[in-house]
């Protein structure tokens, strides 16, 4: 099965689906490992979403892979998964849509904040064993989300 342009819906779910997954930041190794340990649910979900050589750009900065995870970390420590507004029909914003290349648009007003974020995400996307997974990145939107 191969993603279209016309399931954009696709990658708002998993925008939305990893800011609302619980982070916990393991440290260093080091030590001894007494067993298994927490569930660190979004790199999980990063993980599943992202493939091993992603990158992108966060507010026209390039990224890579980890920089795409440590810009979306930033950015759900912001995140109001109880305010969120997924718009119908995104704007292309200069990535002409095709076969394998999504557009979202969400909106979420930050708690303690009066002022709604909205954040533009541009994907391309590629299937890897039966999965479609996120190739390239793009992101759009108030350059202080994505700083930690």
């Known amino acids: 099965m191969s993603v279209t342009a016309s399931s954009n819906h696709w990658l ?3 925008l939305c689906d990893l800011m ?14 007494l067993g298994p340990g927490p569930v660190d649910i979004f790199t999980t979900r990063f993980n599943q979403y992202f ?8 507010c026209g900065r390039p990224v890579d892979r980890e920089g795409l995870k440590a810009g979306l970390l930033a950015l759900q420590k912001r995140w109001n998964p109880e305010a969120v507004r997924v718009m119908d029909e995104p ?32 994907a391309s996307v590629s299937e890897e064993d039966g999965q479609e997974r996120i190739r390239f990145l793009k992101m759009e939107g108030n350059s202080a989300l994505f700083r930690a």
């Open 51 to 58: 493939l091993p050589d992603a990158r992108g750009t966060l």
């Open 12 to 14: 708002s779910d998993c």
């Open 91 to 122: 704007g292309h914003h200069g990535l002409p849509l095709g076969h394998n290349l999504l557009s979202t648009e969400v909106e979420w007003m930050p708690e303690g904040s009066q002022v709604p974020e909205v954040v533009i995400a541009e």
């Open 20 to 33: 609302g997954s619980p982070h916990i930041a393991m440290p260093p190794h080091g030590g001894m490992h």
